[in-house]
């Protein structure tokens, strides 16, 4: 698969680095990277656990007059839960950004498309929901109204 590549500025040490980042216009294609490091790929449009948790946001959000933007980014914050973790235990995440290869620091100051535009050609694996296919429907209810963000006081 095709990748553009973008430059990061890292906001705790200022190392420039480049990672992968899927093309513009790669619609419901995703990348999910996790803390160490690890990146796996999603295909929003054909995970059918990526459909199911936006139905069971759109249950636990009901009646508090959200809008769907609102549930979209919901979904991208906690959609993790649903995704088996790393093969250090790490949890995966779609607003995750590239960790920094010089402080191991996932804090990022800017990023933007290489330019000229470069591109990488790879393959990451795709995302697995191993786990979460095993819960029964209380259980992922539960593991999901545990990651949403609480409401300020």
Do not use: I
């Not at 095709?2 to 619609?27: N, Q």
């Not at 609102?70 to 250090?88: E, I, K, P, W």
Request: aromatic share 10%; proline share 7%; net charge negative.
């Amino acid at each position: 698969m095709k990748f553009y590549l973008y430059t990061y500025v890292c906001a705790d040490c200022g190392h420039r680095f480049k990672a992968p980042e899927m093309l513009p216009g790669s619609y419901g294609a995703l990348l999910m990277r996790s803390a160490s490091g690890e990146t796996v790929f999603l295909d929003a449009l054909n995970d059918d656990v990526y459909a199911q948790v936006d139905g069971l946001l759109e249950q636990l959000l009901q009646g508090q007059g959200g809008s769907a933007t609102r549930r979209a980014n919901l979904l991208r914050r906690v959609f993790g839960v649903a995704c088996d973790n790393d093969s250090q235990g790490q949890s995966f995440g779609l607003l995750t950004k590239p960790k920094c290869g010089q402080c191991g620091s996932l804090n990022m100051d800017y990023w933007e498309g290489t330019e000229p535009p470069e591109y990488l050609d790879c393959d990451f694996p795709a995302v697995q929901h191993g786990q979460w296919l095993q819960l029964s429907p209380a259980q992922k209810l539960e593991r999901l109204t545990r990651a949403l963000p609480q409401p300020k006081p």
